[in-house]
């Protein structure tokens, strides 16, 4: 069996002394794992850093197996990005995030699409922290745990809706927030589509959200975390905000 | 007819087991390194046996950077010729190693022992880095230079020092990344090529 795709590096392990096991995120075929020749060596290196868009050719005897890529580099996105320190710190995180919440062989074409929009604008600092917080509101749409923002889980209204119910996932206003507002979540304007404009204390918002959601309906029924690299990823981002 | 381990001594096959758990040797190459170290006992094997036993009594970490060295601290940390107005930080003695080989710092190093990677569970309390601002905050130090592979691990973990480094009173520097001695253009990766753009300089 044998497919060719584009796809985004996760991931890469070593693998014995001179070869690695990467992880890569393809549109036509979900995070799929797979040997890498030579992955340890100095012509593989540059390529199999996360983040880095390649052209990846999969070959194994049978479906199942773990079998082996072929990869070319099409866009060195973290030899880009490696001086900045906010942009790759987001470069990690979304990765992280993608490696953790896939499932394996399962393809998911729209966070494929929507990952390449973040990983290509992660030099704009403008414009990717909120783009990260849509990646990720994205992604729990595409796996099944979608987010109910267009109204309020308490009175229904569509006006005035400020808060996220951490047990519905569900929207809730201002007026029916306000008893609980300690325990809800914030509910940025821009994740609801309302607004274009985000500023960074508004994507901080959104990826407490997110990640809130993605721990909870994602990672803990399977045992996991969110990533570390996400974590270092707010911590970093709150530093900038303050 | 092919030689099962039923056929070898258990000493010797102790010996091959042992060897083929070195970087670069599988069984069949410890097999001759083991039959090469046999017949050659006197000149190889005793003095390589007596070596090793006392390089694992000797060796150590010096307390000070973390190159492996007999003494403590190291020869590089104790060699008053050295600038110790500059530390060079490096993942692993290889790269310590490298760097001395290419005669490149005459300073002294300090040796992280690893990278922060969040994928296999490296964080910064794994890494030596409390004694590395320990010595940055050392009055007569000047200068840290970031000597950190040009990966995103690698990255992540200077810009995470550079973080915990910026109360002290030292510059901070980084190798910087381009074009290699005897390197073509045509040859080189693109991200290579993107970063030795970026960090062009005045001809």
Same mark, same amino acid.
């Given at each position: 069996m044998q497919f060719a795709?584009?796809?985004?590096?996760?991931?890469?392990?070593?693998?014995?002394?001179?070869?690695?096991?990467?992880?890569?995120?393809?549109?036509?075929?979900?995070?799929?794992?797979?040997?890498?020749?030579?992955?340890?060596?100095? @012509?593989?290196?540059?390529?199999?850093?996360? &983040?880095? &868009?390649? @052209?990846?050719?999969?070959?194994?005897?049978?479906?199942?197996? !773990?079998?082996h890529f072929s990869l070319e580099l099409v866009n060195a996105r973290a030899a880009a990005l490696m001086q900045e320190r906010l942009s790759l710190a987001g470069?990690?995180?979304?990765?992280?995030?993608?490696?953790?919440?896939?499932?394996?062989?399962?393809?998911?074409?729209?966070?494929?699409?929507?990952?390449?929009? !973040?990983?290509?604008n992660l030099d704009d600092a403008q414009v990717w922290p909120a783009l990260m917080a849509r990646w990720e509101l994205g992604l729990l749409a595409e796996l099944g745990f979608g987010l109910t923002l267009d109204r309020c889980?308490?009175?229904?209204? @569509?006006?005035?809706?400020?808060?996220?119910?951490?047990?519905?996932?569900?929207?809730?206003?201002?007026?029916a927030g306000e008893p609980y507002k300690g325990k809800l979540l914030p509910l940025p304007a821009f994740l609801r589509g309302e607004s274009a404009e985000a500023s960074l204390a508004d994507a901080l918002d959104a990826l407490k959200t997110t990640g809130y959601?993605?721990?909870t309906r994602i990672l803990h029924p399977a045992g996991r975390q969110l990533p570390e690299a996400r974590a270092r990823l707010l911590e970093l981002l709150a530093k900038t905000n303050n | 007819m092919p030689t099962g381990k039923g056929q070898i001594g258990p000493e010797l096959q102790r010996l091959i087991d042992l060897l083929a758990k070195l970087p670069g040797l599988g069984p069949r190459s410890a097999k001759r390194a083991a039959l090469y170290l046999l017949?050659?006992?006197?000149?190889?094997?005793?003095?390589?046996?007596?070596?090793?036993?006392?390089?694992?009594?000797?060796?150590a970490a010096c307390s000070t950077c973390g190159n492996w060295d007999s003494i403590d601290p190291c020869a590089i940390c104790a060699d008053a010729e050295r600038d110790g107005s500059v530390i060079c930080v490096v993942q692993d003695?290889?790269?310590?190693?490298?760097?001395?080989?290419?005669?490149?710092?005459?300073?002294?190093?300090?040796?992280?022992?690893?990278?922060?990677?969040?994928?296999?569970?490296?964080?910064?309390?794994d890494l030596n880095i409390g004694r590395l601002v320990e010595r940055a905050r050392a009055e007569s130090v000047k200068e840290v230079v970031l000597a950190l592979p040009a990966t995103v691990d690698?990255?992540?973990?200077?810009?995470?020092?550079?973080?915990?480094?910026?109360?002290?009173?030292?510059?901070?520097t980084r190798l910087s990344q381009g074009v290699p001695v005897g390197g073509e253009l045509d040859y080189l990766d693109e991200g290579t090529l993107a970063a030795a753009m970026k960090t062009r300089r005045p001809a």
């Amino acid at each position: 069996m044998q497919f060719a795709d584009e796809a985004v590096v996760l991931s890469a392990r070593p693998h014995g002394e001179a070869h690695a096991v990467v992880e890569l995120f393809t549109p036509a075929h979900g995070r799929w794992a797979g040997l890498v020749y030579g992955g340890q060596g100095r @012509r593989m290196q540059p390529v199999l850093q996360p &983040g880095n &868009g390649v @052209r990846a050719e999969w070959k194994g005897r049978l479906s199942d197996s !773990l079998g082996h890529f072929s990869l070319e580099l099409v866009n060195a996105r973290a030899a880009a990005l490696m001086q900045e320190r906010l942009s790759l710190a987001g470069l990690s995180a979304a990765c992280a995030v993608a490696a953790a919440c896939l499932p394996e062989r399962e393809a998911h074409a729209r966070a494929y699409h929507a990952m390449s929009v !973040l990983l290509d604008n992660l030099d704009d600092a403008q414009v990717w922290p909120a783009l990260m917080a849509r990646w990720e509101l994205g992604l729990l749409a595409e796996l099944g745990f979608g987010l109910t923002l267009d109204r309020c889980a308490a009175t229904g209204t @569509r006006e005035n809706l400020i808060y996220v119910s951490p047990r519905s996932a569900c929207a809730v206003s201002a007026e029916a927030g306000e008893p609980y507002k300690g325990k809800l979540l914030p509910l940025p304007a821009f994740l609801r589509g309302e607004s274009a404009e985000a500023s960074l204390a508004d994507a901080l918002d959104a990826l407490k959200t997110t990640g809130y959601f993605i721990e909870t309906r994602i990672l803990h029924p399977a045992g996991r975390q969110l990533p570390e690299a996400r974590a270092r990823l707010l911590e970093l981002l709150a530093k900038t905000n303050n | 007819m092919p030689t099962g381990k039923g056929q070898i001594g258990p000493e010797l096959q102790r010996l091959i087991d042992l060897l083929a758990k070195l970087p670069g040797l599988g069984p069949r190459s410890a097999k001759r390194a083991a039959l090469y170290l046999l017949k050659k006992r006197e000149p190889v094997m005793r003095p390589l046996a007596y070596a090793l036993a006392e390089a694992a009594d000797k060796v150590a970490a010096c307390s000070t950077c973390g190159n492996w060295d007999s003494i403590d601290p190291c020869a590089i940390c104790a060699d008053a010729e050295r600038d110790g107005s500059v530390i060079c930080v490096v993942q692993d003695v290889g790269d310590l190693w490298a760097l001395e080989r290419a005669g490149a710092h005459r300073g002294l190093y300090h040796v992280l022992g690893g990278l922060l990677s969040p994928l296999d569970g490296v964080g910064p309390d794994d890494l030596n880095i409390g004694r590395l601002v320990e010595r940055a905050r050392a009055e007569s130090v000047k200068e840290v230079v970031l000597a950190l592979p040009a990966t995103v691990d690698g990255q992540s973990t200077a810009h995470y020092l550079s973080e915990h480094l910026a109360g002290c009173a030292v510059a901070l520097t980084r190798l910087s990344q381009g074009v290699p001695v005897g390197g073509e253009l045509d040859y080189l990766d693109e991200g290579t090529l993107a970063a030795a753009m970026k960090t062009r300089r005045p001809a």
